[in-house]
């Protein structure tokens, strides 16, 4: 069936990214915790509107998308192969100024960095704990690691999205950055950077795609990939614990206690309990503590720049201070909810911003973007098109997870998505 000069997809993203939301949601239903200090049906009830409002916010942004015209010579359509030797180029040039801001050491010490990133191989838990609680000061400032970043950010998804295109030289040189970035992250101890790395590989992979059809053998390629990172994501996070015998009392979450008789724990095998309690506290905790801010917080304003910590940073940085504002801050203070090593929902951070009842409608228009982004880059093969996808779609996708995808990706998220849409949406209603 041809539609507007494209095949429909026969499988829709937004399936994909809804489903890995209702299965979180499922985790969080069938957890083996005691919820109910949040309200854990309000909440469940609360995430279901959220995904009917993304639902409904892609399916309308698709549909415009697909009905848009535009010339061929829109402005900022630069050749793709300019655009990505660019990247290639400046990335080549700073990622050592990209990884010394990250760690705190002078860009031209690559051997403290290695041996610094080394503690994540051999002591997990102090190199999580120097992550998040490192006091060291910058050795770049952050106006420099800001400007690099709004390209830097960019590197990995362009290079993906133009891999057949690549010469061979291109294709080993992203290999080997993409080496050093998974080196970054298991020496930081942290699973997050790895995983959204795999995810935003498969989203420009189905940036590239007319139609995505999943067959038996794909499926059962899915389900290895997802049981694997899991896996590894259970005995990374074990290793960082710094506690060889863990029981079910090391889970408590606060105030939410483990049912140690609950029903999920006796379908578990004895080998497989930690690691499944792991998983499931990482995957839960974050609606557990948006139910709480939910019931129990008031709503105090972060005029639009409290929804992800590079954005609190910023406003920090020209003296506007609003961490104290935050959801997150108040749960520390109220509830003893550890604000940097605790996960929170990007339900929570959005809310910092437009309380709990405008969540719904910025979630529409990221989604609504993501839709129109999808359908506007298989109609024009727009190279910027698959990219806004590619980032929005991973901010929906990544929403039991603080705001964490946004937070890597805010500084070049705001230059493309703001160049795409005033040449892409607004531009295009001005014809």
């Known amino acids: 069936m041809k539609v507007q000069g494209y095949r429909k997809s026969l499988v829709s993203p937004i399936y994909f990214v809804l489903g890995f939301n209702l299965f979180t949601i499922v985790i969080f239903i069938t957890a083996p915790y005691d919820w109910s ?6 909440t469940v009830l609360y995430l279901l509107l959220n995904m009917a409002f993304i639902y409904a916010g892609y399916r309308l942004g698709s549909g415009a998308g697909s009905r848009r015209n535009i010339k061929l010579n829109v402005p900022f359509k630069i050749p793709n192969a300019k655009i990505t030797s660019f990247l290639f180029i400046f990335y080549s040039l700073t990622f050592l100024i990209k990884y010394a801001y990250l760690t705190r050491f002078p860009f031209y010490d690559i051997k403290g960095m290695i041996s610094y990133l080394s503690l994540g191989f051999f002591d997990p838990q102090l190199a999580y704990n120097l992550s998040v609680y490192d006091s060291r000061s910058f050795t770049v400032s952050w106006i420099l690691f800001t400007f690099i970043s709004i390209f830097n950010q960019l590197f990995f998804i362009f290079g993906f999205i133009s891999w057949k295109s690549l010469k061979p030289f291109l294709r080993i040189l992203l290999i080997f950055f993409v080496s050093i970035e998974v080196f970054y992250w298991l020496g930081r101890a942290t699973a997050f950077g790895i995983i959204s790395l795999i995810t935003t590989l498969v989203l420009c992979i189905i940036s590239q795609r007319k139609s995505i059809k999943i067959s038996f053998r794909s499926m059962v390629g899915i389900i290895v990939v ?18 060889v015998n863990l029981n079910l009392q090391n889970f408590d979450q606060g105030n939410a206690s483990v049912l140690y008789n609950h029903y999920v724990l006796g379908f578990i095998p004895d080998d497989l309990t930690i690691t499944y309690m792991y998983s499931v506290s990482y995957l839960a905790q974050g609606y557990y503590h948006l139910g709480l ?7 105090s304003s972060t005029f639009m720049l409290g929804n992800n910590p590079a954005l609190i940073s910023i406003a920090d940085n020209v003296g506007i201070h609003l ?7 108040w749960l520390q203070v109220n509830c003893g909810i550890d604000e940097m090593a605790k996960w929170h929902s990007a339900y929570l951070w959005f809310a910092n911003d437009v309380s709990f009842l405008g969540v719904p409608f910025i979630l529409f228009i990221i989604a609504y973007f993501s839709g129109y982004a999808r359908a506007f880059a298989l109609k024009h093969n727009d190279l910027m098109s698959k990219v806004v996808f590619v980032l929005t779609m991973s901010v929906l996708l990544y929403l039991f997870a603080n705001n964490t995808f946004l937070y890597q990706y805010f500084y070049s998220f705001t230059f493309v998505v703001s160049i795409w849409y005033f040449t892409r949406v607004r531009y295009i209603h001005l014809e």
């Open 293 to 299: 801010a939910m019931k129990n917080a008031p709503f």
């Open 226 to 243: 997802f049981a694997f990172s899991i896996l590894f994501f259970g005995s990374l996070k074990q290793g960082r614990s710094g506690t």
């Open 37 to 42: 200090r949040s309200d854990p049906n309000v």
């Open 323 to 329: 961490w104290d504002r935050t959801y997150i801050h």
